[in-house]
């Protein structure tokens, strides 16, 4: 899609080889057709004796380490794999070294207690500049081994305006759902990678289950289902947006990961990158309105999606974007797929 830029990215991924990554070897065979290594297994065996409270914890301990510029106060593993904005680097580097204040009234948080991950929505300031920050944190043995993120500062892309506040997370990500309405991990991850399968050329045809009242949050603006919108295709919810055909243009959803899966909030977290070629011009909408794409030349999104599903159904979405170089691979997939 044709995103507003402020945003923040996290994710990793434990399985090689497949779409997902699931809890334990059994869910792992199912969601991926790959069997987790004994090595696997012991590591989210070890991850699962992190609780809710404890991986949060570990990330408040992060983020307050992060905002003094000391490593040092956060219980990091004796390795760890650390990347900003798509790009591997050291423990210190980056925002560890410019980052002034965090916004902690913006925060949001949630926990994978299966797989030891924790992700994490903020604003943070460097020199007094606001910027979007995601992050997802790797928890083995109550000790960080994988840090990822990404910041994304004003005039690092495209947004329909220029301001630049607080985020206003939507009240559902907070809310846990009750235990009898509650989507396996299974369901979360493949009503999200609907989504995607929705977006890619993105014909009318809807792959995954919608609310009927879907909002989507890019780069903290609202691009669906708006009221106030002066765009009559923002006030579309997100499923009436699809059917239109209006992404007609995004051509590749690939390395499609599903990392940071909260069945007790009914939250997925997915980090993919979305190719436009750039060859496409013009298209028709399902509706019969002329369009002309905005894509101009070949260009790249690394994307990290916030999916909240509700009786079944995308219900809210936040997305986080950063433009990357062409299909550019991500440093934690071995090759772009």
């Avoid at 210190?92 to 204040?101: A, F, I, N, Y």
């Avoid at 699809?242 to 992404?247: H, I, Q, R, S, V």
Wanted: charged share 20%; hydrophobic share 40%; proline share 5%.
């Amino acid at each position: 899609m044709w995103k507003s830029a402020f945003i923040i990215c996290a994710w990793g991924i434990v399985v090689a080889g497949g779409m997902t990554r699931a809890a334990g070897a059994a869910d792992a065979t199912r969601a991926t057709g790959v069997t987790m290594t004994a090595g696997a297994a012991e590591a989210a065996g070890a991850a699962s004796s992190c609780d809710r409270a404890c991986l949060t914890g570990i990330l408040d301990q992060y983020l307050a380490g992060l905002a003094a510029h000391d490593p040092s106060r956060v219980p990091f593993a004796t390795s760890v794999k650390f990347t900003e904005n798509n790009v591997q680097l050291r423990i210190g580097d980056g925002l560890w070294g410019t980052v002034s204040g965090i916004e902690h009234s913006s925060d949001l948080s949630f926990a994978d207690t299966a797989d030891g991950e924790v992700g994490y929505y903020g604003v943070v300031e460097e020199h007094g500049n606001p910027a979007y920050l995601a992050l997802r944190l790797k928890v083995v043995g109550r000790k960080i081994s994988e840090v990822e993120s990404i910041v994304c500062r004003k005039g690092d892309g495209p947004r329909p305006t220029s301001t630049f506040g607080p985020l206003k997370h939507d009240p559902s990500f907070f809310q846990s759902a009750p235990a009898k309405e509650r989507s396996t991990r299974a369901q979360l991850i493949a009503l999200a990678n609907g989504y995607f399968s929705t977006l890619q050329r993105n014909d009318g045809t809807l792959h995954t289950r919608f609310d009927p009242t879907c909002s989507r949050l890019e780069d903290g603006w609202k691009s669906a289902s708006d009221p106030q919108a002066e765009n009559p295709f923002t006030r579309l919810s997100c499923g009436a947006q699809f059917k239109l055909g209006y992404y007609r243009w995004d051509d590749r959803v690939r390395d499609r990961r599903f990392l940071v899966v909260d069945p007790e909030r009914g939250l997925v977290m997915a980090r993919m990158f979305i190719d436009h070629r750039g060859v496409l011009t013009d298209y028709t909408l399902t509706n019969g309105e002329h369009r002309i794409s905005p894509i101009k030349a070949p260009h790249t999104w690394c994307a990290l999606e916030l999916f909240k599903i509700r009786n079944g159904e995308i219900y809210r979405i936040e997305a986080v974007f950063v433009a990357v170089p062409y299909y550019m691979p991500s440093p934690w997939s071995r090759h772009a797929e």
